[in-house]
């Protein structure tokens, strides 16, 4: 069953229970105050009555006498039908439009002054309220009066009271299926553009597609808000994918064009001279190396998106500091190395993540950096709380357009230039490591200055009596 549908049986049948629960209270209580209106038009006769028998009659005659004068009771009119009756029952008197027939109700005595009428039904098939009341005289209960009038009325009214309750309920029943219907239509049809447009979406295979918001601070307007939030997120996802097949597929293909060359070479007889096999065994080794670290490189983020947890244990950040300037110094080729201040520090890592983190910026700085002039200078800084390495260079710098890009996968700032060695990776990773330990990079360069890469990391204090920070 649909929503739609749902919904206008379910507001039809609360309308429909609403109306009967407020129809029966309607006409009980019209009900209720047209009987008790009669039953005080009732009593109000008798009284009439009892008060005229009252003002004829001597107290002391009818005690002589066991005796009472009863009135004329015709003239209250002929819409009343009156009896007076013994208290052994017998009737002694009846109003002329009763033609000499009783009513259909007990004469016996017993009757109270509080009680209310009753509803009897005559031969005639006619509704009669007959209310009883007790004559008493002379302190003694003479007999009692009876008093009906017909119901016709009365009923007339209820009667026409439940066809309009009827009526009206049914109708507003109809209007409301077929108005909650149609509301309920209205408020589903932007859910029907958005089914729409998904399956659109879906068939195109195209994720620039986006619903169009109709209304947007509603809560429809904030699901396409969502689905859209969604397909751009996808979109983005998916030309990343994209990207990196394509990025892999370009980074392979060179170091394995370079050794199928080098491979005909050695075929075509190269391996012959001595010197030729050589280098031709090198270009083929080196490039195998770089397809591995590559390899490698892509291996680690891709468990980094699988959500890698990393090994973490304190780590003496100074000593890997200076783990990584040696290496720096062999990896050097004529460019200055120099170790700046160097702070005592130790934050919880992974020594051999940190390790490659470090290794990468260093690598990069040399890499951007001329021998001779070149200067690369690692420093270790603790200020407050936080761990500050940073390594400086005074190579070629970064051009400031490049600079919000360089943390991506396979951006490469300068692809002529920073060909040797690297595949765009390395940043990536650096990011991810440092990130991965709560911490950040920040990078600050300037063309043709230098750059200085700054790693942030939170300390761990454990150290007995050393201070947090500076
Ligand atoms: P790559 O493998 O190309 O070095 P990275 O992710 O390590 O990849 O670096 C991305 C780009 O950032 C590099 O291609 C280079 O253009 C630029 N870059 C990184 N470090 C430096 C630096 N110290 N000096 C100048 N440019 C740098």
């Known amino acids: 069953m649909s929503i739609r549908t749902r919904l206008t049986l379910w507001y039809t049948g609360l309308l429909a229970v609403s109306l009967l629960v407020f129809g029966l209270l309607v006409y009980s209580a ?181 619903i169009p918001v109709i209304v947007p601070n509603d809560e429809l307007g904030r699901l396409t808000e969502t689905i859209n939030g969604m397909l751009a997120r996808l979109e983005d996802l998916f030309k990343a994918q994209q990207r990196l097949v394509a990025d892999v597929s370009h980074e392979l293909r060179t170091p394995l064009t370079t050794i199928q060359g080098n491979l005909d070479l050695l075929q075509r007889g190269a391996a012959d001279d001595l010197s030729t096999r050589k280098s031709t065994l090198r270009t083929m080794a080196d490039e195998t190396a770089r397809m591995r670290r590559l390899v490698n490189d892509l291996l680690l983020l891709a468990q980094t998106d699988a959500g890698l947890k990393l090994h973490q244990q304190p780590v003496e950040l100074d000593t890997l500091l200076l783990e990584v300037y040696r290496q720096a110094q062999v990896m050097a080729q004529g460019i200055t190395v120099r170790l700046g201040a160097e702070d005592q520090a130790l934050v919880l890592g992974d020594a051999d993540r940190l390790r490659q983190l470090l290794l990468n910026l260093v690598d990069n700085a040399l890499k951007h950096t001329v021998a001779e002039t070149g200067e690369v200078t690692l420093t270790l800084r603790r200020t407050g709380g936080w761990v500050r390495v940073s390594v400086e260079d005074n190579g070629a710098g970064i051009p400031t357009e490049d600079l919000p890009h360089i943390f991506e996968r396979f951006y490469r700032a300068d692809p002529s230039r920073s060909r040797p060695g690297g595949s765009g990776l390395g940043l990536a990773i650096a990011r991810w490591v440092a990130e991965a330990h709560g911490g950040r990079i920040e990078v600050e360069s300037q063309v043709g200055k230098g750059s200085i890469f700054t790693l942030w990391l939170p300390e761990l204090v454990t150290r007995p009596g050393q201070p947090a920070g500076e």
Not at 72 to 80: E, H, K, L, T, Y
């Open 30 to 210: 019209l009900s209720r105050i047209l009987m008790t209106a009669m039953d005080e038009r009732l009593a109000a006769q008798a009284q009439a009555v009892i008060d005229q028998i009252e003002a004829e009659n001597d107290p002391v005659a009818i005690v002589v006498s066991g005796r009472a004068k009863l009135p004329p009771i015709d003239v209250f009119g002929s819409q009343f039908y009156i009896q007076i009756a013994q208290l052994n029952g017998q009737v002694v008197q009846l109003s002329d439009n009763l033609r000499g027939q009783p009513l259909p109700v007990s004469p016996a005595g017993g009757v109270s002054s509080r009680q209310r009428g009753v509803t009897v039904n005559t031969n005639q098939g006619v509704q009669l309220r007959v209310l009883s009341r007790p004559i008493v005289l002379a302190s003694r209960l003479a007999g009692t009066i009876q008093v009906a009038q017909s119901q016709a009325a009365t009923d007339d009214a209820l009667l026409a009271t439940r066809r309009v309750l009827v009526i009206v309920s049914i109708s507003l029943l109809l209007f409301a299926a077929v108005g909650g219907a149609f509301l309920a239509r209205t408020a589903l049809r932007p859910i029907q553009a958005i089914t729409k447009t998904a399956q659109r979406i879906t068939q195109a295979q195209d994720l620039r597609q986006r």
